[in-house]
Every structure is written in structure tokens, then in C-alpha cells.
């Protein structure tokens, strides 16, 4: 069974404080994505990873990919209140015509002034 | 601006009353995707189309179906639906054609209520 495992699943930081959410997975896929949602809204598409080493910055965000490993990374650098959210990743499970995300079971987070 | 229509935003219905919730895309993609995401959880698909082509979830209950009259719209009808079934409703769509991504677009959502 194909299992998107993210940890940890609640994290409440500090405005300004670094930390990391991992997204480990348990088949082979080479395409990752992250997304943000915030309450009762739906998905935002943060990043795009599409292949083994692939890094992408955005702001205070940073998602890295490690097919080989089967992790995706998401780091949060300084974080401000306006980053709290739910986050998921999600695993694309197909190579052919149409894609298949299976999603990981997300984490809250809460950044406290 | 090119994008994915959810309606309505919100749905109210009663316990074993059927209900429609309606997706359309001004995007021309091939695929249309069913996600439902109860409440504090991961969004599950349900089921998605490839132009008429309809892949159904092995664990889709049989009580959730789906139509797509053309490459614009595609439905979602529930038949009798349960408490268990209260949930929001995402419509995505994606374009395989497109070279790199294949990134799914995601409409606002319909939060159904079932009382």
C-alpha cells in the first residue's frame, strides 16, 4: 500500500525561528508537489519538483527532492505569523497520461509572535 | 483569466437527498479529477476523467458517481448521501500534453453539509 507519510504533523514556532517538515513516501516517483491551504480554502500549489536533486526557493520557502531516498523537504526560514497553514505534499504516482497525487497527511503550521 | 469554477461553494443538503456539485475549467485540459477532503484530513481522490474516459477509485463508494458532458464541465452526484459524506469537494483539472508538470489546478472547492 502506497503510504505519504509527512512529520511532524503539528508545529508551532516562533516568528522568525528555522525548521524543516519531511515527506517521506514509499513508492518510486521521480514528481513531488507541495501545496498550502489555508482553513476552509482550498489548495495552493507551492512547488513543483520533478526530478531527483531538484531545489526550488520561493520567499522563506524551500522544497529539495531526493527520489532516491524517497523525502522531500520543506524548510521555512524566519517564519512570520502569515505562514501558518496546513501544508501537504503530494506524490505523483503515474509516469503515463494522466497523473495521480497521493497526498501526504499534512502538516499544521502555527507560528507564534 | 483562465481558471476552475467550483458550484456552488457551499451545499446544504439533507440526509439520503441527492445532490450535484458542478466543476468547469476555461483551461481546455484533458483531465478532470473528484478529490474529497473531510474534515483535518488529506484529499483523497475519488475519481477523474481523461476526456470521456472515466477511472473510477477501487475505493470509491458506489454512492459517488460522476458525468462529463464535454471537456468543460464535469459533475459530481452523490446519491444518497450520509453524515459521513460531509465534506469539501475539490475539482482539479491537468493537461498531459503540456510538457514538465503535469500540475494539477485546483478550483475553491464546494463545502457540502449533509443534516
Known amino acids: 500500500e502506497l503510504k505519504v507519510e509527512q512529520n511532524p504533523l503539528f508545529l508551532s514556532m516562533q516568528e522568525g525561528k528555522n525548521y524543516t517538515i519531511y515527506c517521506n513516501y514509499s513508492?518510486?516517483?521521480?514528481?513531488l508537489y507541495w501545496y498550502r491551504q489555508d482553513p476552509g480554502k482550498s489548495l495552493e500549489s507551492l512547488f513543483v519538483?520533478?526530478?531527483?536533486?531538484a531545489v526550488k526557493q520561493e520567499g522563506r520557502l524551500m522544497a529539495s527532492l531526493d527520489t532516491k531516498a524517497r523525502l522531500s523537504t520543506l524548510h521555512i526560514t524566519a517564519a512570520v505569523h502569515d505562514l501558518s497553514a496546513t501544508y501537504f505534499c503530494?506524490?505523483?504516482?503515474?509516469?503515463?497520461?494522466?497523473?495521480?497525487?497521493?497526498f501526504g497527511t499534512g502538516t499544521l503550521l502555527a507560528v507564534q509572535p | 483569466d483562465a481558471m476552475v469554477i467550483q458550484n456552488p461553494r457551499y451545499q446544504v443538503t439533507q440526509f439520503g437527498k441527492p445532490v450535484t456539485l458542478s466543476c468547469s475549467q476555461t483551461l481546455n485540459h484533458n483531465v478532470m479529477y473528484w478529490y474529497q477532503q473531510k474534515s483535518s484530513q488529506a484529499p483523497k481522490l475519488l475519481f477523474h476523467y481523461y476526456d470521456k474516459d472515466f477511472n473510477n477509485e477501487a475505493d470509491t463508494p458506489d454512492n459517488f458517481q460522476s458525468r462529463r458532458p464535454n471537456t468543460s464541465f464535469c459533475f459530481l452526484d452523490i446519491r444518497s448521501p450520509g453524515l459521513g459524506d460531509a465534506a469539501m469537494y475539490l475539482c482539479a483539472t491537468s493537461s498531459p500534453g503540456l510538457a514538465g508538470a503535469r500540475e494539477q489546478f485546483f478550483g475553491p472547492g464546494t463545502r457540502l453539509t449533509v443534516l
Open positions: 513508492t518510486t516517483s521521480d514528481r
Open positions: 503530494a506524490v505523483d504516482i503515474y509516469g503515463g497520461a494522466t497523473n495521480k497525487l497521493i
Open positions: 519538483l520533478l526530478s531527483n536533486g
